[in-house]
């Protein structure tokens, strides 16, 4: 007796959870990068003013993360988390209700473990009593880490299994109170592919350990996410950390970066449609910091809310295409918006280079007719472009350009040009190959 075994074919579903919330990338901003556990209502409430009065809450910014610590080591008696009445002497409600008067909204961290990175009360076994105290609270969005896992007997679950935990609660919750959603920021770390799964859990996903302030940090980051941009589409975002804008002299760790690196890492993860998460001391914020911070043509790409899809290399710049290189990821990227085609040219090199590129390499881009070009760093039109583009850039400089047709190929300039942008099996009618 022979008994067959049929292989079931499984598809993967990857739809995104698409419950309402999330539908674009998350803006706004965390205490972490600048002070770590080192804050208090006032100094939160001095971010929040200085939110809107540099006008970052108008341009998209509504809420600010409270990262680790801001509860007691201790839960009460009856399991509930204590607010610090130290760094909260009003209460975390009154708190979030000063927020309220900005236009922010209070978002929450916790911890999928026994307990956050820093020590403080992880949600494991609590989630369902926990999210009700955070609404209770008045925050509308949890940050939620992977620190103090409990053994395996005790879960049975993998990664995504104990992720899941804090979703059903969500989502019980949600039923059960007739109330929208908590927005759920997944925080593995990008250890088992959250960009596979996480959006059938969360709204978004670190993709990586945590950000450091210097450059080869957001190299490796981008390098990351240059094989991994498929994955955000609406209502599932690749996270690919905290900002470190501003953090040049400051922050905790202390950074380092140029204005063109700061540049460079704020085009990269609007146009990469990261959420962007503001992690900087502003009340000190120097006029570039606010300027990159503020960029509109970048936010408006970041918030596009007809297109979700994140841009995408179309040419590796050092190395062959496809591998994986940390310190000089892929540096000639375009995808399409609302607005034009998006391009971002990044200088990977420690040195300023000239950088070169055919439009038609961009398959959001139509062989045979002119484009305008708008550069979304200096806000003007800068002329048409033909066939190509050639620019300058400083040492890990970038350039964020839109184009947008503007009609076919005609005139002098054109007749000097071969009849196809691209080489290969351009043919006359008769079928004779045309030579370039
Ligand atoms: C982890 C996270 C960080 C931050 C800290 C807080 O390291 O990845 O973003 O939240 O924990 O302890």
Redesign the pocket.
């Known amino acids: 007796m022979y008994s067959i075994l049929f292989a079931a074919a499984f598809t993967v579903s990857v739809a995104a959870l698409n419950n309402g919330v999330g539908k674009l990338p998350f803006l706004g901003y965390d205490t ?1 990068n600048a002070f770590a556990c080192d804050y208090d209502a006032d100094k939160v409430l001095a971010q929040a003013q200085a939110m809107k009065k540099h006008g970052l809450v108008d341009a998209g910014y509504k809420h600010i993360i409270l ?2 610590c801001f509860t007691l080591r201790n839960r009460s008696k009856d399991g509930k988390l204590v607010e610090d009445p130290d760094k909260f002497p009003d209460g975390i409600k009154a708190f979030n209700k000063q927020l309220n008067k900005l236009g922010i909204n209070g978002a929450a ?1 916790s911890d999928a473990g026994y307990q ?3 020590g403080y009360p992880g949600a494991y076994g609590h989630e369902a009593q926990d999210l009700a105290t955070w609404a209770e609270w008045g925050f509308d969005y949890v ?1 939620y ?1 992977n ?1 103090y896992i409990p053994f395996d007997n005790v879960t049975q679950q993998n990664v995504k299994g104990r992720y899941q935990r804090m979703a059903d609660a969500i989502a019980d919750r949600a039923a059960k109170t007739h109330s929208t959603p908590f927005w759920l920021g997944l ?1 593995e ?1 990008g250890w088992q592919q959250p960009w596979i799964w996480g959006k059938t859990v969360g709204q978004s996903w ?1 993709i990586n ?2 950000i450091k302030p210097w450059w080869d940090a957001l190299a490796a980051i981008i390098d990351l996410t240059s094989f991994q941009y498929w994955a955000s589409d609406f209502y599932g975002h690749n996270d690919l ?2 900002l470190e804008v501003g953090n040049t002299g400051q922050g905790n760790p202390i950074g380092n970066l140029t204005y063109e690196e700061a540049k460079s890492h704020f085009t990269a993860w609007a146009l990469l449609k990261s959420p962007l998460i503001i992690g900087t001391d502003l009340t000190n914020a120097t006029d570039q910091t606010i300027e990159i911070l503020g960029n509109r043509d970048l936010i408006k790409i970041n918030q596009d809310p007809h297109v979700g899809q994140s841009i995408s290399p179309f040419r590796w710049g050092i190395g062959p295409d496809y591998v994986s290189n940390s310190t000089h990821p892929a540096q000639y990227w375009s995808g399409p918006s609302s607005y034009g085609t998006v391009f971002m040219i990044l200088n990977t090199e420690d040195q300023p280079a000239t950088m070169f590129f055919n439009l038609t390499e961009s398959w959001d881009i139509r062989a045979g007719r002119v484009y305008s070009v708008y550069d979304m760093w200096s806000h003007q039109h800068t002329g048409t472009a033909l066939r190509n583009l050639t620019l300058e850039l400083p040492a890990h400089g970038v350039a964020a350009l839109l184009l947008n047709d503007a009609g076919p190929e005609t005139g002098e300039e054109t007749e000097e040009l071969p009849y196809c942008a691209g080489y290969w099996q351009c043919s006359y009618p008769n079928g004779t190959y045309y030579s370039n």
């Open positions: 972490w990262d680790d961290y956050t990175c820093a940050k880490d620190c925080c770390w670190r350990g945590d950390d905290m």
